[in-house]
């Protein structure tokens, strides 16, 4: 298809949701970007000598911005092609890059559901950009999403980033992924449409990065800090059209992974360590579905959410009671009576079986 063709079918292309003034922007090119060949490097200003405390030589210069192996392993893991994913310091990186590459400080919006996690209004009110609420609806089945309010938003206040959160921070609620096609499609003119899926391993259940390549304006959200146990290594990915990708990572900082932390997501992303991953993965979802059970048949509690995420929320008669008695035993959770539309809740991670009984005997005191 020829440029002009494409600039006249505007939701084929989503660089033309992308800040204008950013479109051709080149970023900087760091000593790492030149693909260079030598014996003798010095064009990074790096020291000549090791570090006494680097044995292996390995830290005095600086990272690949964006490692091959890496890309390539976590591109396989997701199912994906290599060019379609910008590896980066966790999800939050990859929402701020969006935020700051899409909305003009004080032109556009981001539109958010809440309850839902915290980071996507934070990037957008660091950047000077409104911030759109369609809150989630709560119903005896549970939480969902009105995708017809959310698309009349876009419309209406000028949106340019759709965040949806499935499975749901902290609803442990899974989107259809049906009904995130069709907002994609609807809104594919005015906005980008991205999947935050932070928790889909846990959900068991097929990834928007399928939508890709029907719907150009899909972007999805992906980290090792789950399900992989590597919250402390900050690997993240953002997964979209490959024109996308290219432009974020033109404005990503110079050396956003450290040599360590790509070490240690290519030792967990090997055959083995997935193998066990998998393994604790069914786990966890076990122990989900018991603890939400068991959760419900506690009195003082007033509903615990069936959950497709690593966590159950809950509400309490008394949920300062049962905050209190948790921490009196040692256990810490999540008080989410800030969020709105929370003031009764907390939000419990799942651990090992013997902390979860543990989160039962503290609670079965305080809120009986």
């Known amino acids: 298809m020829s440029a002009a063709a494409d600039t006249l079918r505007p939701a084929s292309n989503p660089l033309l949701l992308v800040r204008e003034d950013l479109r051709d922007f080149a970023g900087y090119q760091s000593a790492r970007s030149q693909r260079l060949q030598g014996t003798v490097w010095l064009n990074a200003n790096e020291s000549p000598w090791n570090n006494d405390a680097d044995h292996e030589g390995a830290l005095r210069r600086y990272p690949d911005p964006q490692p091959q192996a890496l890309r390539n392993a976590l591109s ?70 009105d995708f017809a309010a959310i698309a009349a938003a876009v419309r209406r206040e000028g949106v340019k980033l759709v965040f949806l959160c499935s499975p749901g921070n902290p609803t442990g609620t899974l989107l259809p992924l049906e009904d995130i096609a069709s907002l994609a499609r609807e809104v594919g003119g005015q906005a980008l449409v991205v999947v935050d899926e932070a928790y889909l391993e846990y959900a068991d259940a097929p990834s928007a990065i399928g939508l890709l390549p029907g ?7 992906r980290t090792l800090s789950k399900a992989h146990a590597l919250a402390a290594a900050r690997i993240g990915s953002v997964i979209a059209d490959a024109d996308l990708i290219d432009l974020l990572r033109r404005c990503q900082a110079p050396y956003p992974l450290p040599a360590a932390c790509t070490a240690q997501a290519l030792q967990a992303l090997a055959p083995t360590a997935r193998e066990l991953t998998a393994a604790r993965v069914a786990a966890i979802r076990s122990e989900r579905d018991a603890l939400q059970s068991a959760l ?61 009984r543990q989160v039962l005997s503290a609670l079965a005191g305080s809120v009986s």
């Open 296 to 356: 419900s048949a506690l009195t003082g509690v007033r509903r615990a959410y069936d959950s497709r995420a690593n966590f159950v929320l809950a509400r309490f008669d008394d949920a300062q009671a049962a905050f209190d008695s948790l921490l009196a035993t040692g256990v810490v959770v999540r008080d989410m009576r800030a969020a709105p539309g929370l003031g009764d809740a907390l939000r419990i991670s799942l651990g090992t079986p013997e902390q979860n």
């Open 215 to 221: 719907q150009r304006n899909v972007v999805v959200l």
């Open 76 to 145: 396989e893991l997701y199912g994906c092609a290599p060019g379609q994913l910008l590896a980066g310091r966790g999800s939050d990186e990859g929402i701020d890059l969006l935020v700051r590459a899409v909305c003009r400080p004080g032109g556009d919006a981001v539109l958010v559901t809440t309850p839902t996690f915290g980071m996507y209004a934070v990037s957008a009110r660091l950047h000077g950009t409104r911030v759109v609420d369609v809150p989630l609806v709560e119903s005896p089945q549970g939480w969902t999403c």
